[in-house]
């Protein structure tokens, strides 16, 4: 059974980092394409973040926080390559929301910014910016 889990949630203010997590056990021999969406108090959905492909060779970001966020995975490292990170930089308190991990066994670049276009999804990290 695949498993998704995320990790580095927190509370900081605006202006911070944090670095957030997320790898995924359970089925060897398969590379994920990986996924960040967030869900933000109140709201009824999950808003896309960042998608990284399989390779690490292509990354795709939300406009609401390109140039602050950097998704990255280090597939130097065979028991790293389905680990992925979420560097967040300069937050602002409207990033405040549970963020959550995704992974695709496939994923064509028309699917990244979809939940459906994922597997497999872990529980979700809290990420709170205060003013």
């Known amino acids: 059974q695949v498993q998704v889990v995320e990790s580095g949630g927190g509370l900081v203010q605006a202006g911070d980092s944090l670095r957030l997590s997320c790898s995924v056990s359970?089925?060897?021999?398969?590379?994920?394409?990986m996924g960040w969406f967030r869900q933000a108090p109140g709201k009824a959905r999950r808003e896309f973040v960042a998608?990284?492909?399989?390779?690490?060779?292509?990354?795709?970001?939300?406009?609401s926080v390109k140039g602050r966020f950097t998704i990255s995975r280090d597939n130097a490292r065979d028991n790293a390559k389905n680990t992925v990170y979420l560097q967040m930089d300069s937050l602002k308190p409207e990033d405040t929301a549970v963020y959550y991990c995704?992974?695709?066994?496939?994923?064509?670049?028309?699917?990244?910014?979809?939940?459906?276009?994922?597997?497999?999804w872990g529980q979700g990290t809290q990420v709170t910016v205060s003013s």
């Open positions: 995704a992974a695709a066994a496939y994923s064509p670049p028309t699917s990244w910014g979809f939940e459906n276009g994922y597997d497999y």
């Open positions: 998608h990284i492909t399989w390779s690490g060779d292509n990354t795709y970001y939300a406009d």
């Open positions: 359970g089925r060897t021999g398969t590379t994920y394409a």
